[in-house]
Nanobody, 127 residues
C-alpha cells in the first residue's frame, strides 16, 4: 500500500518562498509519477507540477512556470516543491499524488489518473 505524507506548508508573505515535501512509502521501484495539486474552497483541484521517478522529466501548470521547481530524491522516495515569488493567489491546500506503477510520463490531468493522494498541507500567502 502506497502512502503519501506532505509537510512544509505555512504562512508566508507575498514574494516569499516555501518548500513542500512529500514522503512516499510503498514504492517498490522508481516507475512512478509524483505530483503536486492544489485546491481552494469552491474551486476544482488544479495540477501544479509533476515529475517522473525514473527519468526525472517534469511538467508544470501555466500558473507556476518560472516560480516553482519540482524535484525528487528517489533514494528517499521524497518529492519536493520549491515555491518562490509566492503570490496571494497561490494560497490553497496542496496535495501530493502519485501514479504507480507508471512509465507513461507524468501528467496533471485527469485527476482520476492519480492512484494515491496525501491528506494535504495548507499554504497561505498574505499580501
Amino acid at each position: 500500500e502506497v502512502q503519501l505524507v506532505e509537510s512544509g506548508g505555512g504562512l508566508v508573505q507575498a514574494g516569499g518562498s516555501l518548500r513542500l515535501s512529500c514522503v512516499a512509502s510503498g514504492f517498490r521501484s522508481d516507475d512512478y509519477a509524483i505530483g503536486w495539486f492544489r485546491q481552494t474552497p469552491g474551486k476544482e483541484r488544479e495540477g501544479v507540477s509533476c515529475i517522473m521517478g525514473n527519468d526525472k522529466t517534469t511538467n508544470y501548470g501555466d500558473a507556476v512556470k518560472g516560480r516553482f521547481t519540482i524535484s525528487v530524491d528517489v533514494a528517499k522516495n521524497t518529492a519536493y516543491l520549491q515555491m518562490n515569488n509566492l503570490k496571494p493567489e497561490d494560497t490553497a491546500v496542496y496535495y501530493c499524488a502519485a501514479e504507480y506503477p507508471w512509465t507513461g510520463g507524468c501528467r496533471l490531468r485527469p485527476l482520476n489518473a492519480m492512484d494515491y493522494w496525501g491528506k494535504g498541507t495548507q499554504v497561505t500567502v498574505s499580501s
